[in-house]
């Protein structure tokens, strides 16, 4: 009994502490992106999720892959900008509608990078991508991520997760946890112009290729979560500039009733 009412509290501690240790790569990855399009710039999240961009006037996810892949319980936030149902291996917008596309933590997720990838090149003219190190997945291996991911001078490689492998680094993952600390740089982000390159490595049969488990193991703290949802309804209170003429006229052009 005691044990129970101890493991709760340190649970929320130690959530606390590593809400704390990465909560400078949220600035860095969520919210210094948002200073960088102009005032007047129309900006998209791509796989915006329970998680949006502060600056998106446009946020863009797939309603259909559920919550699986996601570490907190939410669902996807609907009323932030204008929410669009669609694949971003696919979407309705024409070439280079969005001064400024935002894209963290979905291309691990995708079966078809090169296709999202394209496509964010297609209607975007400039962007942000931010994605797991590879050596992170490694070390914690989530259960929603299809891929390895690693920079290599300026490309984007990634390598396709096996289910043998997924399997035994999440046995090895309680031995190895300490190295998460010791990567200095556990997320893949660059701003982009024009082009992203990128490579697949992917020989697998389909058989063997790792696919997203749903595993209720991990929540993340409602408050972890809470904070931010508040942290951004600050931010576009403070610097958020409305667009709703372009709005419009970007639902006009795809023929969605007001």
């Known amino acids: 009994m005691f044990k129970q009412h101890l493991i709760s509290p340190l649970k929320i501690l130690i959530s606390f502490i590593n809400a704390l240790y990465f909560s400078r790569f949220t600035v860095k990855g969520r919210i210094l992106p948002g200073f960088v399009p102009k005032k007047n710039d129309l900006v998209i999240d791509l796989g915006g999720g329970d998680k ?50 935002f894209c963290s933590h979905v291309l691990e ?16 003219k400039e962007g942000y991508v931010e994605v797991p190190n590879g050596i992170m997945e490694m070390i914690y291996p989530y259960q929603g991520h299809l891929w390895f991911v690693f920079k290599v001078k300026d490309e984007l490689v990634f390598i396709r997760k096996s289910k043998g492998m997924h399997q035994n680094l999440s046995i090895a ?11 200095s740089t556990p997320f893949i982000n660059f701003y982009w112009k024009t082009d992203i390159k990128y ?13 997203p488990l749903h595993v209720d193991n991990y929540k993340q703290p409602f408050y972890i979560h809470n904070t931010y949802i508040l942290m951004i309804k600050l931010l576009r209170k403070m610097f958020y500039k409305n667009k709703n003429g372009e709005i419009e006229l970007l639902k006009e052009g795809l023929k969605i009733k007001h």
């Open 109 to 124: 997720h995708v079966q078809r990078p090169d296709l999202a990838i394209k496509e964010i090149i297609r209607i975007s």
């Open 199 to 211: 490579k697949i490595i992917d020989d697998l049969k389909t058989s063997e290729k790792f696919f």
């Open 52 to 101: 949006p961009f502060w600056r998106a006037d446009v946020v863009l996810d797939n309603s259909n892959l559920g919550n699986v892949q996601r570490y907190s319980s939410s669902d996807i936030i609907r009323n932030l900008g204008f929410y669009i149902d669609s694949d971003i291996i696919k979407t309705p917008f024409q070439d280079k509608t969005f001064d400024f596309s």
């Open 173 to 183: 993952n309680a031995k190895y946890i300490y190295l998460a600390k010791l990567v």
